[in-house]
């Protein structure tokens, strides 16, 4: 119903940033909330920040003044822009979108912050 492929990940050192994109494609039903998650080794996926087809935005805490969640209507691809990076910031970054489908997921893409 809705492809999410994310991009944008790579190996940074600590104080580094990085844009990590989420594009969909094949789009059957309207998106209204695009969510970013993480997970790191041995850890749950948790949530990370999410923004809302009015724009409306949301930020975990430990990405509230670092990250920032965004998006292009005219691509159909949203953004996490991520600066002041920390080591434990390194996960798998996914994007998702929920759905009466049961919602979609990205294959991920993996963020390594080296100290």
């Known amino acids: 119903q809705v492809q999410l492929v994310e991009s944008g990940g790579g190996l940074v050192q600590a104080g580094g940033s990085l844009r990590l994109s989420c594009a969909a494609s094949?789009?059957?039903?309207?998106?209204?909330?695009i969510n970013w998650y993480r997970q790191a080794p041995g850890k749950q996926r948790e949530f990370v920040a999410a923004?809302?087809?009015?724009?409306?935005?949301n930020y975990a805490d430990s990405a509230k003044g670092r990250f920032t969640i965004s998006r292009d209507n005219a691509k159909n691809t949203w953004y996490l822009e991520m600066s002041s990076l920390k080591p434990e910031d390194t996960a798998v970054y996914y994007c998702?979108?929920?759905?009466?489908?049961?919602?979609?997921w990205g294959q991920g893409t993996q963020v390594t912050v080296s100290s």
């Open positions: 998702n979108t929920p759905g009466p489908w049961g919602g979609s």
């Open positions: 094949r789009i059957m039903f309207r998106i209204n909330v």
């Open positions: 923004i809302t087809s009015d724009g409306s935005t």
